[in-house]
């Protein structure tokens, strides 16, 4: 069974910094597909905001994280990592992993396998 699992998220001032890590089972890190992180705010969609293609090795965020976010992978252990600095109060939400196509990750669209998601709180 294909399951991802997230955890590391909390409660953080803001300017502080949270690493998620996403626990992939089922399929390998080796094989072709994107690993997004997305998250949802209160009363707003679900956005994409980092993903990586996993044999590619495009590492891609959006404007509203890039600089501050940065998505990695340790496939010797099948975990892929979302390491959030500078955080603020508009960061929080609740933080997915999920699996999808590649060789282009930021196909938002496209991925169809997810996470439970994991709270991360940046008080001000």
């Known amino acids: 069974e294909v399951q991802l699992v997230e955890s590391g998220g909390g409660l953080v001032q803001t300017g502080g910094s949270l690493r998620l890590s996403c626990a992939a089972s089922?399929?390998?890190?080796?094989?072709?597909?994107?690993i997004g992180w997305f998250r949802q705010a209160p009363g707003k969609k679900r956005e994409g905001v980092s993903c990586?293609?996993?044999?590619?090795?495009?590492?891609y965020s959006t404007d509203s994280v890039r600089g501050r976010f940065t998505v990695s992978t340790d496939k010797a252990n099948n975990l892929v990592y979302l390491q959030m600095n500078s955080l603020k109060p508009e960061d929080t939400a609740v933080y997915y992993c999920?699996?999808?196509?590649?060789?282009?990750?930021?196909?938002?669209?496209?991925?169809?396998?997810w996470g439970q998601g994991t709270q991360v709180t940046v008080s001000s």
């Open positions: 089922g399929f390998s890190l080796d094989d072709d597909y994107s």
């Open positions: 999920a699996r999808g196509p590649a060789p282009i990750c930021a196909i938002w669209y496209e991925y169809n396998v």
């Open positions: 990586i293609s996993l044999n590619h090795g495009r590492p």
